[in-house]
């Protein structure tokens, strides 16, 4: 199962608290939001983790109008919170959310991640997950989620199950709402939980718009990464053709890669831009619903006699080169 981040420190309130006023400060009225649907593009950001990039200067640097916000997690119950910790609403996170929208961007709210108590472990039923997540799409006027589901919380199938019934009640009550279902998978695509998961999605008449594989951390690969994780994308194109009966065109439109910048956590895993730029052939070819990775907070180098990790990449390359290539994606 892939890693969607690597066992952290939080920020202190007062970094993040710097990054809102930056961020204020620099959002322009009136501009006009997207054209893209939110999610299609939306790398994630971190906002209590890695140093993070002010997300006004990001849009400004590179054409980027969208944001994929990690992570939302419990508080310990039933009850979502940003990191498990700050509060859903009034602080830091949602003065950031406004000025990424005052710029004209907008964004997403990404559920789980690797690390953390995730609301779909801590809920006890399926109205209760979905209570949780009508939460956060309430208090930000969310016109798109991902689920990032990952470590306890996907191998766990009572919980996948939950989490697919929850989402089912969401996509019901919230008509026009884009979901997206993250997940690991294997360099010939999802491995028995993901292929679980997306049988429990078609079994429940569950109309996700982009089910999504993290194609990295492997544990063992050969080839480029682009080309390994196209190939990984073909085998989900299959597995959501098969669950659902669609062609394998419409298949493709249902499907997303949420690839990771540079080196990973695999010593044998680097990802380039040439490999970004194959995945976005790929995308553009296929239609994909969703082309995303994991971090800005890693899309610059690293200062020198550091490695990569949680706020750089680990390879030379340009600040926000990776983010460059996602924002040119629009389906």
């Known amino acids: 199962m892939a890693k969607h981040l690597p066992a952290r420190p939080l920020l202190a309130l007062a970094a993040t608290a710097a990054l809102t006023a930056g961020a204020l400060a620099l959002a322009p009225a009136g501009q006009?939001?997207?054209p893209d649907p939110v999610g299609l593009n939306a790398p994630y950001e971190y906002l209590g983790w890695g140093n993070p990039q002010n997300p006004v200067q990001v849009m400004q640097a590179t054409g980027a109008t969208q944001f994929t916000l990690a992570f939302m997690l419990s508080d310990g119950g039933c009850n979502p919170k940003w990191d498990g910790t700050r509060a859903l609403t009034g602080g830091s996170d949602q003065s950031t959310i406004d000025a990424i929208r005052a710029a004209g961007g907008d964004v997403l709210v990404s559920f789980g991640g690797w690390d953390g108590n995730k609301l779909g472990e801590k809920c006890s039923s399926a109205s209760a997950l979905a209570g949780a997540y009508q939460k956060v799409i309430d208090a930000y006027r969310l016109k798109a989620i991902d689920i990032d589901i990952e470590n306890t919380e996907a191998s766990n199938a009572t919980v996948r199950q939950r989490v697919i019934s929850a989402l089912k009640t969401v996509k019901t009550n919230n008509p026009g709402l884009k979901v997206y279902v993250?997940?690991?998978?294997?360099?010939?695509?999802?491995?028995?939980?993901?292929?679980?998961?997306?049988?429990?999605?078609?079994?429940?008449?569950?109309?996700?718009?982009?089910?999504?594989?993290?194609?990295?951390?492997?544990?063992?690969?050969?080839?480029?990464?682009?080309?390994?994780?196209?190939?990984?994308?073909?085998?989900?194109?299959?597995?959501?053709?098969?669950?659902?009966?669609?062609?394998?065109?419409?298949?493709?439109?249902?499907?997303?890669?949420?690839?990771?910048n540079g080196?990973?956590?695999?010593?044998?895993?680097?990802?380039?831009?040439?490999?970004?730029?194959?995945?976005?052939?790929?995308?553009?070819?296929?239609?994909?619903?969703?082309?995303?990775?994991?971090?800005?907070?890693?899309?610059?180098?690293?200062?020198?006699?550091?490695?990569?990790?949680?706020?750089?990449?680990?390879?030379?390359?340009?600040?926000?080169?990776?983010?460059?290539?996602i924002a040119s994606y629009h389906g």
């Open 32 to 34: 006009a939001a997207s």
């Open 182 to 260: 993250t997940f690991g998978t294997t360099p010939t695509g999802p491995d028995s939980v993901g292929v679980d998961l997306i049988k429990k999605g078609a079994a429940a008449g569950l109309a996700v718009d982009g089910w999504t594989i993290m194609p990295f951390d492997f544990g063992g690969h050969s080839g480029a990464m682009g080309t390994v994780s196209t190939r990984a994308a073909d085998g989900l194109k299959n597995a959501v053709a098969s669950a659902y009966g669609y062609d394998s065109a419409t298949a493709y439109k249902h499907i997303g890669i949420s690839s990771m």
């Open 263 to 325: 080196k990973t956590d695999e010593s044998d895993e680097t990802v380039s831009t040439a490999d970004f730029t194959t995945i976005l052939n790929y995308a553009k070819s296929h239609h994909l619903a969703r082309f995303t990775f994991w971090a800005v907070n890693r899309d610059r180098p690293c200062p020198s006699g550091t490695s990569a990790g949680d706020s750089c990449s680990g390879i030379s390359q340009s600040a926000y080169a990776f983010t460059k290539i």
